[in-house]
């Protein structure tokens, strides 16, 4: 399938693209994705027994041994031809900024600068007493056996806090820094593409009725419909590693 015409022209031409990604984008580099196939981690698994603040309290050990997995399935993907062709983009288009609420590194590792983590990264654990990160790399996973079901978090060197991961858990306010930086990269663009997002995820899913409003392409990629698509100026329905390089000038 080709892209349409009229959206590669909207990316040529485009000088401040902005990039909203979601679980999606990653779900072809083999990370699974939280609401769409039963392979989703969230199809496994009751979000509301592992990713809110009250979980961790709750029981730790289950937490952090269901992030060290997730950590381990990221540390072994790799990106795929979206991220590549994003950070290509991105080199001749030096104020392009991808917003992720991805808390994978595949951005970052596929050359991407500047990407702003709207739900933290499973890479900064920090204590939950004194908010410092671990004073030394931590432990990973190994390849062999079933993931642990339990694992009790390290202690914090300085205070001796258990550590938590850094990500943002339901019920937990956006970091700030990071969403300020959204907001403006989404009132600055020239052009918005969500790729790979539900959308029911607030305030992210916010972020694209805000380039809209102000007359704002904003094209959706993503192989499913999404609350999002009656209102954006474009949809197409495929997926992020097979439609971005298409789609993206070098
Ligand atoms: P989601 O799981 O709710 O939705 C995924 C979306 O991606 C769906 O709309 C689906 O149709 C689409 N999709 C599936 N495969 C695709 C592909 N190959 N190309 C393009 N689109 C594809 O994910 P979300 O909207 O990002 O939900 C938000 C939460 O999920 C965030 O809090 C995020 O932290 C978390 N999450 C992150 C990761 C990661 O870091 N890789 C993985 C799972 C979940
Ligand atoms: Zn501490």
Redesign the pocket.
């Known amino acids: 399938m080709d892209p349409p015409a009229e959206v590669r022209a909207w990316c040529q031409a485009a000088r401040r693209p902005c990039v909203l990604s979601?679980?999606?984008?990653?779900?072809?580099s083999g990370?699974?994705?939280?609401?769409?196939t039963p392979r989703?981690?969230w199809a496994r698994f009751d979000p509301a027994t592992l990713a809110t603040p009250e979980a961790y309290e709750r029981d730790p050990a289950l937490v952090w041994a269901w992030y060290q997995w997730r950590t381990h399935l990221?540390r072994r993907a790799q990106p795929n031809e979206g991220h590549v062709a994003l950070a290509r983009w991105a080199r001749s288009r030096p104020e392009l900024r991808i917003v992720t609420?991805?808390?994978?590194d595949l951005h970052e590792r596929a050359g991407s600068p500047e990407v702003i983590h709207l739900?933290g990264s499973l890479f900064a654990a920090r204590c939950v007493a004194c908010g410092r990160p671990p004073s030394q790399p931590l432990a990973s996973l190994g390849d062999d056996g079933p993931p642990p079901l339990r694992l009790p978090p390290p202690t914090c060197a300085a205070c001796g806090g258990l550590l938590r991961p850094g990500?943002v858990w339901f019920g937990e306010a956006l970091p700030p820094g990071p969403w300020q930086a959204a907001l403006d990269a989404v009132t600055r663009c020239d052009l918005l593409l969500v790729?790979?997002?539900?959308?029911?995820?607030h305030p992210a899913a916010s972020l694209p009725a805000q380039a809209l409003a102000r007359g704002v392409p904003v094209v959706e990629?993503?192989?499913?419909p999404?609350p999002l698509s009656p209102l954006a100026s474009r949809v197409w329905r495929t997926?992020?590693?097979v439609g971005l390089p298409q789609l993206l000038p070098d």
């Open positions: 979601g679980a999606g984008m990653s779900a072809e990370v699974p994705t939280f609401r769409d989703s981690l990221v609420q991805n808390v994978d739900h990500v790729v790979g997002t539900s959308g029911l995820v990629i993503n192989p499913q999404t997926t992020a590693a």
